[in-house]
């Protein structure tokens, strides 16, 4: 059976900065607070014109160039986002289109922060089971557009930022490289923890006036309950990854822990006993971009000789459903 290999990495994200001072004129907050609570000092949000399908085609481009491919050589595209440009269909399609290619399928992925590494296993099933060769997977995110950008959605609107990561990956018969294993949950009770209500197909019209009137059309969020379960199950999955694969803490070489909060990082990170060279942190320059935060990461981790050939690479996620996954991958 053959194993999956990640062969190139790529990522965009919009050209305007946004800064925690810039924030303070729309909201009352602090650079201070910002810091303090979430280690995110700018993140870069949309401006006019740009979609989630223009960016994930531009990482996407920059992840075929890494490999020396060419969009002929996807088989299937496995795209993650929770801010789709359209209600239907999903931006797969879009990506698809708009890299000129014919029938290939294209997959949408709803597991919010977890969509890259829920994306990742399906991708790696497909790839060792010989249904597909190569995959291109994607995380996309805008947020900015989807936010209360007032006093009201601070807690929110301060940690969320938009960009594009992508990975090509494709079969390998090297059996000293390649995705060793994934591992996805979800716990749909604390579904409403942190969720955007509206729009709905539950309602006729699925969203009204007095729904725009409370805000239901803007992500809410029960931080601390999110905080709780975040710093709990991101270091139980990448144990549950060890486990099954006969590895412990001290043979993972990089970390890439999804990018939701530095604070969680920094928790998981001491959970499992990491020193800070195998952790990778870049929050501070881009906020939370959900699906996109674990490609990004790699594809700078990549450009900043951060992974070696025969490195063991960890990938964790958790977010929104919740969900929550890890990957264990040998580079
Ligand atoms: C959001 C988060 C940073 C808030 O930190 P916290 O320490 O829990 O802060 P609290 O919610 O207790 O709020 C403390 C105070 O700061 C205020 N506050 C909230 N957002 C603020 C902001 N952006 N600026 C200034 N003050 C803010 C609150 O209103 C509250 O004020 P009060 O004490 O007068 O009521 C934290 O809960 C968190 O990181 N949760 C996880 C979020 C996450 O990662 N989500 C994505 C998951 S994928």
Not at 62 to 83: H, K, N
Not at 84 to 104: A, C, K, M, T, Y
Not at 303 to 324: N, Q
Request: charged content about 25%; aromatic content about 6%; glycine content about 8%.
């Amino acid at each position: 059976m053959p194993s999956t290999a990640i062969v190139g990495t790529g990522f965009y994200v919009p050209e305007r900065v946004v800064t925690n001072d810039e924030l303070t004129r729309y909201m009352d907050t602090s650079d201070e607070w910002i810091v303090e609570r979430t280690g995110i000092r700018e993140r870069r949000w949309v401006t006019d014109g740009m979609s989630g399908t223009e960016m994930a085609r531009r990482a996407s481009v920059m992840a075929l160039e890494d490999a020396r491919m060419a969009a002929a050589d996807i088989d299937a595209i496995v795209l993650g986002t929770l801010s789709p440009d359209h209600f239907f269909p999903g931006n797969g399609v879009f990506l698809q289109r708009d890299l000129g290619l014919e029938s290939v399928p294209a997959l949408d992925i709803r597991a919010q922060c977890s969509g890259f590494v829920y994306g990742l296993s399906v991708a790696d099933a497909w790839i060792r089971s010989g249904q597909f060769r190569t995959v291109l997977l994607v995380g996309v995110e805008i947020q900015s557009t989807g936010l209360d950008i007032s006093t009201r959605g601070r807690d929110l609107a301060v940690l969320f930022g938009d960009g594009a990561g992508a990975v090509v990956l494709t079969a390998t018969e090297d059996d000293d490289r390649g995705v060793l294993s994934t591992h996805i949950h979800s716990d749909g009770r604390y579904a409403e923890t942190l969720w955007t209500e509206a729009a709905s197909s539950r309602k006729n019209p699925r969203i009204s006036a007095e729904d725009i009137e409370a805000g239901r059309h803007f992500p809410t969020m029960t931080g601390k309950d999110v905080f709780k379960h975040a710093v709990t199950r991101m270091p139980e999955v990448v144990q549950e990854a060890l486990a099954a694969n006969d590895l412990e803490v001290a043979d993972i070489d990089l970390l890439i822990p999804h990018q939701a909060n530095l604070r969680i990082s920094k928790m998981v990170q001491h959970r499992l006993g990491l020193p800070d060279h195998k952790v990778v942190n870049n929050i501070d320059r881009y906020g939370n971009t959900t699906a996109a935060t674990i490609p990004i990461a790699l594809a700078e981790a990549v450009r900043s000789d951060r992974l070696h050939a025969g490195d063991l690479l960890c990938l964790v996620a958790f977010g929104s459903g919740f969900t929550w996954g890890s990957a264990l991958i040998r580079w």
